[in-house]
């Protein structure tokens, strides 16, 4: 783990998840 | 009667071996419960205002009305972040890093729970989301083919579709109440405290 623990979390744990519904939801995936 | 008190200080460099993070499992399992029980709670109120229908698949999202989306996202979102919030309380830190992380694992802990009720058959009872986590058991005869059916097939996507959006949503909502339950300003440049206690195992703290 480098210096910014909370950067990684941030980005990983609340970025990520929202962004691949986000694209998921955009591509349109459902129907 | 004379008293000796001997005092031993270890000093462990960071790089030199390990050193365990401290997970508080009370305050995990706090928070996995208290989510999960917020969950029905939201689940309940939508199917008793009509929002939701137990047992209800979804062929096209056009089904899919406002209020049922409306419970499905703040459900899913509010119940975790209730969870994440009790996990860091009961955690005690005041560290946004762990108790964000609490909060995460936290969701970890229910996401078995929730694949083992929806198993059940209670997964209609937690969302309309919730739903699509549960696979028909291996062990009931298959009443009728379901995969010649285009229609199936679209409302098994869906059902997938919604249930990774729940799990997501709860993931990014857990963390959220960690963040809350620290009690830190909820910005990314800002640290309140002094981190005097310097379990290193997530590395110096900003």
């Known amino acids: ?31 | 009667m004379a008293r000796v008190e001997v005092e031993e200080v270890v000093a462990v460099e960071p790089d030199d071996g390990f050193l365990p993070w401290y997970v508080s499992w009370s305050g995990v399992f706090v928070g996995a419960l208290s989510a999960l029980a917020l969950l029905l709670v939201f689940g309940l109120t939508a199917i008793a205002v009509g929002a939701h229908q137990v047992g209800q698949h979804f062929a096209s999202w056009h089904e899919f009305r406002l209020i049922t989306l409306a419970f499905s996202v703040f459900g899913a979102f509010l119940s975790f972040v209730l969870g994440g919030w009790a996990a860091a309380k009961v955690t005690g830190t005041r560290r946004p890093e762990t108790a964000m992380l609490h909060g995460a694992i936290a969701w970890l802990v229910t996401v078995p729970g929730l694949l083992f009720f929806a198993a059940l058959g209670a997964g209609g009872y937690l969302g309309a989301w919730y739903g699509g986590l549960a696979a028909p058991p291996a062990w009931a005869a298959q009443a009728t083919p379901m995969a010649d059916n285009a229609a199936a097939l679209l409302a098994a996507r869906n059902a997938a579709l919604g249930s990774l959006t729940a799990l997501l949503l709860g993931l990014a909502g857990s963390v959220v109440g960690g963040w809350l339950g620290s009690g830190e300003r909820m910005t990314l440049n800002f640290s309140k405290i002094p981190h005097r206690q310097h379990g290193r195992a997530w590395g110096g703290m900003r």
């Open chain 1, 1 to 31: 783990m480098g210096r910014n623990a909370m950067i990684y979390i941030l980005l990983w744990l609340l970025g990520a998840p929202l962004t691949l519904i986000l694209i998921l939801f955009l591509l349109g995936v459902g129907r």
